[in-house]
């Protein structure tokens, strides 16, 4: 996928996610690392979105992005 249109849908798949669960998690990533999210969402509150997911789970290196 490329473009706005690819960040459009990929945001949709987060949207039909369940909160907190591994799917949810592998929809933010894929969002955040699209080349064309940073002119079409706020990343800075994805990449929030995937610590907290990381905190919740004690998983305290990948939520701070020490690894």
């Keep these: 996928m490329d473009g706005p249109t690819a960040v459009i849908e990929l ?9 907190g669960t591994d799917e949810r998690l592998h ?3 894929a969002l955040a690392e699209h ?3 940073s002119h079409t969402v706020a990343v800075t509150e994805v990449w929030t979105a995937i610590s907290e997911i990381h ?7 990948d939520a701070t992005g020490s690894r």
Excluded: E, F, I, K
């Design 27 to 29: 929809a933010l990533v």
């Design 11 to 19: 945001s949709a798949a987060v949207d039909h996610t369940q909160p």
């Design 55 to 61: 905190r919740r789970r004690g998983n305290w290196d």
């Design 35 to 37: 080349p064309c999210a």
